[in-house]
């Protein structure tokens, strides 16, 4: 029988304008290595991916050849390619360069952290569900605003969690959710999942994260990750 091929779709095409600072978010150094590698250097490490299809920005292609791929030996990316003007736009680029997957994990570089683990939990809910989230239980009380900044309501905790990558998906599922969506519909999405939710195409399942697997994107972030890292807490 032939084997499933798994895809990781990392993207890495974003601004990071709340970062501040002329580099971009996922070429900051944490542990004296760019973010970027950690995630790449996991999927590289990992018996359930495949390949490795690496979305960024026009100008950064080389640069992430250059100083990651190549010096790191991360040998699974096989394609790095340009992204789009939003995030959705990147990961559909990143959808046409491996028609040949039959599930793809898309993940944000931007997140390090991501374990072993975590991709052999989504790998058995993609099998078996078609499209899972990775996620962690919230730990505090949410509330949910009216337009006025009064609270509506309180969900219930137990069923909050908090959304984390990768997204997981069966190939033709997500390529045909983001398509029935259409250009307006996909503009409004905030994550891959919702895409598929909206479609009604499959119900998401999630997963179990871990509440190191944290995405970068403010400078108290980056003191967090250097914890991270110093104390083996990831």
């Known amino acids: ?58 100008d950064k292609i080389e640069f992430c050849k250059k100083r990651i791929v190549e010096p790191y030996k991360i040998d699974k990316v096989t394609k ?25 994990f898309i993940h944000d570089g931007a997140r390090p952290f991501i374990t072993l683990k975590i991709l052999e939990r989504a790998m058995e809910a993609v099998r078996d569900h078609k499209a899972c989230v990775v996620g962690m239980p919230v730990k505090d009380t949410i509330k949910l605003l009216d337009g006025d900044g009064f609270v509506r309501d309180t969900p219930n905790r137990r069923q909050t969690w908090l959304v984390q990558t990768p997204q997981c998906f ?26 598929v939710e909206i479609s009604g195409l499959a119900q998401v399942k999630m997963v179990m994260g871990d509440y190191t ?13 250097e914890v991270f890292l110093s104390s083996e807490i990831y």
């Open 1 to 58: 029988m032939k084997k499933e091929k798994c895809t990781a779709i990392v993207v890495a095409a974003g601004q990071g304008k709340r970062m501040g600072g002329q580099v971009q978010k996922q070429f900051l150094e944490i542990g004296g290595k760019p973010i970027l590698y950690y995630c790449l250097d996991c999927f590289q490490k990992s018996v359930v991916i495949d390949e490795i299809i690496l979305v960024t920005a026009q």
């Open 80 to 104: 790095i390619v340009p992204g789009g003007k939003e995030r959705k736009d990147s990961v559909m680029e990143g959808l046409k360069s491996c028609p040949d997957a039959d599930y793809v």
């Open 170 to 195: 069966a190939y033709a599922l997500i390529c045909r959710a983001y398509k029935e969506l259409g250009e307006e519909r996909a503009n409004m999405v905030t994550d891959d999942a919702m895409a």
């Open 213 to 225: 697997n944290i995405k970068i994107t403010t400078p108290e972030d980056l003191k967090t990750a």
